[in-house]
């Protein structure tokens, strides 16, 4: 049976229906839910998507964490529903701490708009069970404010549980420890920067990303 | 009572500021010298009614930790007056 995807649209979102047709393309059944909504609809799996939530206003993710879907996104979270925040939806997981960090400006203080390559470093999430730690992904980023940054010690600690999912071949932005996408302890909540949804067909330049959503998905997607 | 609240939200000491250190690298080009240490950070100002300043100051400092600030990378310092008259 198809997996029902459930993607939460706040004000200032917008990725959500490029993340509805990547989903889809991959034969789940997404849909959108309104961040006003108190209930996933029995939905199997949870995306965040990128944009600007609430307007970034304050700190990317800082409003929108208190957006009535959040307390029904961290108690699926918590019962170890798959979670996954794209972009501004990997800033709001930090905000609702359910993943460690915090994502600030760039260091070159240049908003980025490009691919990347990242590297997959652990197999240890819903995002990325499957995929051989050392595979290759050309993924774009589009984001300020990406910068990942952590205590050290939480830092060597990620590392170590294998928390650590994706990491830039070249670090684009200063993330701590090369930081692109990190996993809690259960290895059920990811948080990433790039956008796997813009790398879901060859017409958009890589497929790569299909590779990240059908982990998440359980479907198999080859890398282009 | 009512307080007068500034909060000054600024990046933890050790944590990186790009904004400042962009800042700092652009002083000699202006003609400024003899500046270093730049951080940046933000001021939030607001007004709140509490029957005590130390009720204020709690719940300026449980606002700051659950919203004004991210504790992860950030500080906040407050500054508390008293509001007398219009309130203006």
């Known amino acids: ?224 | 009572m009512r307080f007068a609240v500034a909060v000054e939200v600024s990046l933890r000491p050790g944590i990186a500021d790009p904004q400042g250190a962009t800042i700092e690298r652009s002083l000699p080009v202006l003609g400024f010298a003899g500046i270093d240490r730049v951080r940046t950070g933000k001021a939030i100002r607001f007004q709140i009614e509490a029957d005590t300043e130390a009720q204020a100051q709690a719940e300026v400092e449980e606002l700051c930790r659950t919203f004004l600030t991210n504790p992860v990378i950030e500080d906040a310092a407050i500054r508390l007056d008293t509001v007398t008259g219009d309130h203006g």
């Open chain 1, 1 to 224: 049976m198809a997996r029902r995807v459930g993607v939460v649209l706040f004000p200032g979102s917008n990725c959500e229906y490029d993340v509805v047709e990547a989903t889809d393309a991959l034969g789940a059944e997404a849909e959108i839910l309104w961040h006003g909504t108190a209930d996933l609809n029995g939905v199997d799996v949870v995306i965040l998507p990128g944009g600007f939530a609430h307007g970034d206003y304050l700190r990317p993710g800082a409003i929108a964490r208190f957006s009535p879907v959040m307390a029904a996104v961290v108690d699926f979270a918590r019962g170890g529903g798959p979670v996954v925040g794209i972009c501004n939806g990997f800033q709001v997981l930090t905000e609702a701490g359910l993943l460690p960090g915090a994502l600030q400006k760039n260091s070159g203080l240049t908003f980025l708009c490009q691919d990347a390559l990242l590297e997959v470093v652990s197999s240890a999430s819903v995002l990325t069970r499957g995929v051989a730690p050392g595979t290759r992904l050309r993924i774009p980023i589009n984001h300020f404010e990406g910068n990942y940054t952590v205590d050290p010690d939480t830092l060597h600690q990620l590392e170590s549980n294998g928390q650590v999912v994706l990491r830039y071949v070249d670090n684009p932005n200063g993330s701590m420890g090369d930081v692109a996408g990190v996993t809690n302890e259960a290895g059920n909540v990811v948080g990433l920067m790039p956008h796997p949804e813009r790398a879901s067909s060859a017409l958009l330049g890589s497929s790569d990303g299909l590779v990240l959503l059908g982990a998440l998905l359980d479907v198999v997607a080859a890398a282009s």
